[in-house]
């Protein structure tokens, strides 16, 4: 007879909630914490919320974030609380429903970023380096966007009448932000500045320009809309809306030319003058200032490039917000509209630390971004808000060599009952984590910048890693194949879900799937 688990576990099931579970487990199995916590967590879920439709929905895309890079960060977290690490969770890793999400592109196995928020914000997976548009477009060439531009999230969610905003700590024109409002052939056509000159002659808009004039833009693409454009946009790269001219400086500019705009046009002049209603903010002064009772839209371009890495903060030159401080000032503002909003928040600089080789930065981020998502749990009703916490993509970030519980998220190998860090056959040792590709291995000690690695040489081969201390937030770890970058990895990622929907958030789902599951709760297609 074949043995039937489902009749056993129920059996099992039915003896612990009915008091039998002494003649069926046995007492110190039933008492164990592990137990009794896992007993506990899946009562939770079954007790979670049972409606479908939502007011409002928030989109948190940890750019970079794959799973190995959620492994570590939890367990750094708690490594920093003086537990082993382990056992701790992310604030979203408990929430009740998750998925895995398959992230390639039409043309790539393995995906950019550009090609999987598009498939996020609208619906459909399309090509690499390509932002709003479906995948019969032509990457770099203007006259294929004509015809093949699609709608997102966001936009019809302006269309319905909810609030809207974006966060992002990359340049708010970056791929992962631009992919919520923008149209483009190419994701490096930020400002005028990068785009060819035949683009520029046959109609196309740089990204940039279609933030502040989005809500021309897209009632110019539909008859009959009236939309009253973005309520809150906050980001980096202000060199973007800037003319290439030191008269248009920030205050807090770091290079001697801030802007890069070749046209002459002040972006940010230009969304001032179109919303009288808005405040337009440049640092963490201005945004402390920011009223979110009575402030009805506003624009912050906290740096000239990227803002920085959340390690290295401090040093900025005239301060920024963090990720949470931004993510609870626009729930805070956009929530004065009964009609509800919609938010996407990206923490951009995961990804970059990564790709410089730099766990420790990759890692500080991460848990920045955990930060944001507890602010927003903590400044929305759960009956009425969609939670969304995914990536677009992996990295070839890795986590070997058997360390011992507890040992160092950051550190190197050590074996279970060792002192002594474990030796690979080199004879040297080595750190729990690596990466596939990359730069390789640099020990900048207290350096918190993580692009620091771009000005040192690529290393190659192993290093004798005895006398360094591969904890510090300087230590760029080694990797395998020496590259200009390291790369992003083609696994699948994770999507967790809490609020009104997520039930729908479930099994392995291809990344368009993450649209549909905004457009069930809230209703932004055929209502």
């Not at 007879?1 to 576990?9: D, I, P, R, T």
């Not at 939502?54 to 492994?71: E, Q, R, Y």
């Not at 190419?186 to 989005?214: H, K, Y």
């Not at 060599?401 to 860090?421: A, D, F, M, Q, T």
Request: negative net charge; proline residues 3%.
């Amino acid at each position: 007879m074949k043995f039937n688990w489902k009749v056993a576990y129920g059996a099992i099931a039915l003896a612990v909630s009915s008091g039998l579970h002494a003649s069926v487990l046995p007492e110190n199995q039933t008492d164990s914490p592990w137990f009794t916590d896992a007993q506990t967590r899946l009562t939770e879920k079954l007790n979670t919320n049972n409606q479908f439709k939502a007011k409002n929905v928030i989109l948190f895309v940890g750019d970079g974030m794959g799973i190995s890079t959620l492994t570590s960060a939890r367990i750094h977290q708690g490594q920093l609380a003086g537990n082993p690490g382990e056992e701790g969770y992310l604030s979203f890793e408990t929430f009740p429903h998750t998925a895995l999400v398959k992230t390639y592109n039409v043309d790539a196995q393995t995906p950019d970023s550009a090609g999987t928020m598009t498939a996020m914000m609208s619906g459909l997976k399309t090509d690499v380096g390509v932002i709003g548009v479906d995948e019969d477009i032509v990457r770099g060439d203007c006259s294929t966007v004509a015809g093949n531009e699609v709608i997102t999230a966001l936009e019809l969610a302006e269309i319905r009448g909810m609030s809207t905003g974006i966060i992002s700590t990359a340049r708010i024109t970056h791929a992962t932000p631009a992919a919520t409002y923008a149209k483009s052939a190419d994701r490096n056509w930020e400002d005028v500045s990068d785009m060819p000159e035949d683009a520029v002659t046959g109609g196309c808009l740089d990204i940039a320009d279609q933030l502040v004039n989005f809500e021309t833009y897209l009632e110019s693409r539909y008859t009959g809309v009236d939309v009253d454009g973005i309520e809150v946009a906050m980001g980096g790269g202000r060199r973007h809306f800037l003319p290439r001219d030191a008269a248009y400086n920030s205050p807090d500019a770091s290079s001697e030319v801030e802007g890069d705009r070749t046209d002459g046009r002040d972006l940010t002049a230009e969304w001032q003058a179109q919303y009288t209603n808005g405040v337009y903010v440049y640092d963490q002064t201005g945004f402390d200032a920011i009223d979110t009772e009575s402030t009805e839209r506003m624009f912050g371009l906290f740096n000239e490039s990227h803002m920085q890495y959340e390690a290295d903060r401090d040093n900025d030159i005239a301060g920024e917000p963090s990720i949470a401080q931004m993510t609870e000032t626009a729930i805070n503002i956009l929530n004065n509209n009964d009609k509800g909003f919609f938010l996407m928040v990206e923490s951009g600089r995961i990804d970059h630390a990564h790709h410089a080789g730099n766990a420790a930065g990759a890692l500080t981020d991460t848990l920045a971004f955990e930060a944001a998502v507890t602010a927003a749990l903590e400044n929305t009703n759960p009956e009425e808000t969609l939670i969304l916490v995914t990536a677009d993509h992996g990295h070839v970030f890795t986590i070997a060599g058997y360390p011992k519980r507890g040992n160092p998220i950051l550190g190197k190998v050590v074996y279970v009952g060792s002192e002594e860090p474990a030796l690979a056959s080199d004879g040297m040792p080595y750190t729990t984590l690596g990466y596939t590709n990359g730069r390789g291995f640099q020990d900048f000690g207290t350096e918190t910048n993580s692009d620091a690695s771009y000005a040192a040489d690529i290393a190659t081969g192993r290093v004798d890693l005895t006398a360094v201390d591969t904890t510090t937030p300087g230590y760029h770890q080694e990797a395998l194949i020496p590259t200009s970058a390291e790369t992003h990895s083609g696994e699948d990622i994770s999507l967790h879900a809490t609020g009104p929907g997520s039930q729908l958030a479930q099994g392995v789902v291809e990344q368009n799937v993450v649209f549909h599951l905004m457009n069930q709760a809230l209703g932004l297609v055929n209502e």
